[in-house]
């Protein structure tokens, strides 16, 4: 699924979507990772976590299709402290990454912001990851995982490796949540505009402030802003608005422009305005 609204050319009107159209299906139960990656090697084959995305795809029809239902692989469900930091299962649900006691000790913000995404049902069904992976620059995960300059752990072949956040390879296995930073979310103006504000200190300074924007880019853009280092908290919050719009002037245009969207000037004056927002939320916690 690309994000976009499908019209037939014929017609102009919105495609059919509907269980019928599902196509012919293999599907495939893997309980160990290096089945799981031989299986996704299968022509065709595609992987299912939650399958929120998965399966409103197939209701467009299309060719058939080998699913490889990830839900048995033992081990990626769970959220555990690393070296690394944080790692988020690949099969972890949004309720799970809401409700983490661990999450909600080391990022207070991203727990929090977990158990307001979606509706029940889905955040007990679909995955973090796989709404990272859904690709669709209205979610929340990309800004979010941007803003905290995530890392996924991967598969691929024999080789399990880790690359940044927005650089998916194979089968992905976790997320890497890194150490030591606060974090806020701002997803009142969605789908249009989503901004998220991870900061990380050293003994009450800044060390780095980064944002995050999605909604208007087809991939969520992160920046660091080296105007805020070494700011104590009440130098966070007196330039809070300064902050944020030397950030929102440097942002490129954006690329992204559902129907009913308002204009890129628009979008720069609110990104800015959410981002004060959160970093004087940052400059308080
Ligand atoms: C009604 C509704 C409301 C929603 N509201 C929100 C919202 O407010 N905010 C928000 O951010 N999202 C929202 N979503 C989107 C939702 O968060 C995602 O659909 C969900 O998280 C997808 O996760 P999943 O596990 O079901 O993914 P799946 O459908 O299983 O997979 C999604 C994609 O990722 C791939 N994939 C999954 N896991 C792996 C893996 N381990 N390795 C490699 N590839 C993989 C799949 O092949 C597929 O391409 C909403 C969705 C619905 C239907």
Known sequence: MDGTLHTTEATGTLPLRSRALIPPLRILRPVAVEEAVAMLGLPGAVAMAGGVEVVAGLKFGGPPRTLVLLRRLAGFMGIEQREEGIRIGALATHEQVARSPLLRAAVPGLA?????????????????????LAGLPQY???PALAALDARLVCRVGHETIRVPWHAPRGL???IDIPPGWRFAHERSLRPWLLVSAAV?????????????????????????????????????????RALAEAWAARLPEPDHLPPGTPGPCWRRRASAALAARLIARLADD
């Open 140 to 142: 929340d995960a990309p």
């Open 172 to 174: 992905v296995l976790g």
């Open 200 to 240: 990380y200190g050293v003994q009450g300074r800044v060390r780095v402030l980064r944002l995050a924007v999605g909604g208007a880019h087809r991939r969520a853009i992160g920046a660091d802003l080296p105007e805020a280092e070494t700011l104590d908290a009440s130098g966070l919050a007196r330039h809070a």
């Open 112 to 132: 929090e912001t977990w158990g307001r995404i979606a509706n029940i049902r889905i955040r007990h069904q679909g995955t973090l990851a796989g709404c990272l």
